[in-house]
């Protein structure tokens, strides 16, 4: 099993400010890794695909980079309605999906 | 528009069983698999298993073996989740999700999350 592992567990950040979260795999996934924002009480929500192609809707403040087993998600200017959990997930080992443990982005 | 509409929250003593149902619309059912992801209070996401609607081949974590099934119903586009022997360990929030087109493991649509809750 492709063991993914987020860090860090917790990011306080101020609106404005820049947002960078890491994901790493066990074993590479090539591109197959996506990221996800879930909210309290809701279900996720795809954000980027393919390590850097944000889903359809997704502002350009979220762009994705890496390939391999090194992944960073970032969120140029955060907004109020960015602070969540985010999730990353390999795809590469089908049908196994695995997911990382969450990185929370709190306001500071 | 794609949705996936999940039963209701469950309530269930240890050692029984649950089903959980995934109503789709907006698509044709047949043509996308259906992938089945939980999540523990607090905790992170963890994927159960899989089921492709046209032929009903399915597959899931190892963990899972011998307690889950998956299985469809085409006729109203609704794919069911059971697990069985329920332990305490399974109470979770439990979606069923669609993939984008091309790239089906790639989870774009949810369903809303349906609660189990095991306890004596």
């Known amino acids: 099993e492709i063991v993914m592992t987020q860090s860090p567990a917790t990011l306080s950040v101020s609106p404005g400010e820049r947002a960078t979260l890491s994901c790493r795999a066990s074993?590479?996934?090539?591109?197959?890794l996506a990221w996800y924002q879930q909210k309290i009480g809701q279900a996720p929500r795809l954000l980027i695909y393919g390590a850097s192609t944000r889903a359809t809707g997704i502002p350009a403040r979220f762009s994705g980079s890496g390939s391999g087993t090194e992944f960073t998600l970032t969120i140029s200017s955060l907004q109020s309605e960015d602070f969540a959990v985010y999730y990353c997930?390999?795809?590469?080992?089908?049908?196994?999906?695995?997911f990382g443990g969450g990185t929370k982005v709190e306001i500071k | 528009q794609v949705q996936l509409v999940q039963s209701g929250a469950e309530v269930k003593k240890p050692g029984a069983s649950v089903k959980v149902s995934c109503e789709t619309s907006g698509y044709t059912f047949t043509s996308y698999d259906i992938y089945w992801v939980r999540q523990a209070t607090g905790q992170g996401l963890e994927w159960m298993g899989w089921m492709a609607p046209n032929s009903g081949g399915t597959g899931h974590a190892q963990r899972f073996r011998g307690r889950v099934t998956m299985t469809r119903n085409t006729s109203i586009s609704t794919a069911y989740l059971e697990l069985s022997s329920l332990r305490s360990e399974d109470t979770a929030v439990y979606y069923c999700?669609?993939?984008?087109?091309?790239?089906?493991?790639?989870?774009?649509?949810w369903g809303q999350g349906t609660p189990v809750t095991v306890s004596s």
């Open positions: 074993q590479s996934v090539d591109s197959h």
């Open positions: 999700a669609r993939g984008l087109l091309g790239q089906q493991l790639v989870l774009v649509y």
């Open positions: 997930q390999q795809y590469n080992n089908w049908p196994a999906l695995t």
